[in-house]
């Protein structure tokens, strides 16, 4: 089973960016992967997406704003967040789909207004 570790969140100010990384223990490559994110008192939803063949998607929230991008050979998800806002506050999770892996602890992203 692939284990996945999500990285580089912190605590920024509004307008500023953070790149989080999602690394897996395993080959990704055959994978769509996902950012979610979970805000708090929220569920979880979807902030990005990436096929195998580099086509990517994004909630109407985050669109203009983020740029999820993957690079097979180092089996790792990389999430560009730019212009951030106070909304944007969650813990920040990847994963495959359609058969997701177990659930890595995410990392926690926080813009202060």
């Known amino acids: 089973q692939v284990q996945l570790v999500e990285s580089g969140g912190g605590l920024v100010q509004a307008g500023g960016s953070l790149r989080l990384s999602c690394a897996a223990s395993g080959s990704i490559s055959i994978n769509a992967m996902v950012w979610y994110r979970q805000g708090p008192g929220k569920q979880r939803e979807l902030v990005a997406i990436?096929?195998?063949?580099?086509?990517?998607n994004y909630a109407d929230s985050v669109k203009g704003r983020f740029a999820i991008s993957r690079d097979n050979a180092k089996n790792t998800v990389y999430l560009q967040m730019n212009s951030l806002k106070p909304e944007d506050t969650a813990v920040y999770y990847c994963n495959a789909v359609p058969r997701p892996y177990n659930w890595g602890q995410g990392t926690q992203v926080t813009v202060s207004s």
């Open positions: 990436i096929t195998s063949t580099g086509t990517t």
